[in-house]
């Protein structure tokens, strides 16, 4: 028995018939992008906490260094550190999370097809976009810390800022990176819808 399946693109019905094999291979595509899927949401909220934890150390620095104590200072710096190392820890892992979901993606659109991918492409880009904002938001936050050690004269602190400012850089092209690789991948989604939607109405009879 054939499985018959139907998408809506753009007020177009197009149909796609698979046989038992299809159903077979878009199953266990389905199951690996639900694991892919919770991967995603654990390694978000990971960087998120991580993300809450840099927030709280960068505060409990700040009123250190208002009270002078230097002791506390050094141990604020070495939790800042760490909690950035976590964050592009968690950041690497949710980006290969993402490309495993990608690939999951293109194996299930092989069997299945087209109008679904082209919303998770969407929704790709404007993750990535996000992804760029928080890299913004973060180098800004970096210039900013820049800017007061150097005021402060605090060597070792305009040093590390600066690694970090490096860092953040790097963030924010791989993310952009990211994103026209997203884009790229709905151009040509879209040029398979059109030739698909194109195939099926040659197919209808005349």
């Known amino acids: 028995m054939k499985v018959l399946k139907a998408v809506a ?23 690996d992008i639900r694991q892919d899927r919770k991967d995603i949401r654990k390694d978000t909220k990971d960087l998120q906490q991580d993300r809450r934890d840099l927030r709280q150390d960068r505060r409990e620095l700040y009123q250190d260094r208002k ?17 950035r190392r976590d964050i592009r820890k968690d950041a690497n892992d949710l980006q290969q999370d993402r490309r495993d979901l990608r690939q999951d993606r293109r ?27 928080q890299d913004r938001r973060d180098l800004g936050q970096d210039r ?11 060597k070792d602190a305009i040093a590390q800022d600066r690694k970090e400012i490096r860092q953040d850089r790097k963030d924010l092209k791989a993310d952009a990176r990211e994103r026209r690789r997203d884009v790229r991948e709905l151009k040509r989604d879209r040029r398979d819808l059109k030739r698909d939607v194109q195939e099926g109405r040659e197919a209808q009879p005349k």
């Open 144 to 154: 900013r810390e820049l800017y007061q050690d150097r005021k402060a004269g605090d």
């Open 9 to 31: 693109v753009g007020g177009t019905l197009v149909a796609l018939s698979f046989g038992g094999a299809w159903a077979q291979d878009a199953k266990q595509d389905v199951q």
């Open 107 to 133: 194996d299930l659109s092989k069997d299945r097809r087209i109008g679904q991918d082209i919303r998770e492409d969407r929704r790709d880009i404007r993750k990535d976009t996000r992804d760029i904002r």
């Open 67 to 83: 009270t002078g104590d230097t002791d506390a200072v050094t141990k604020d710096l070495k939790d800042i550190r760490q909690d």
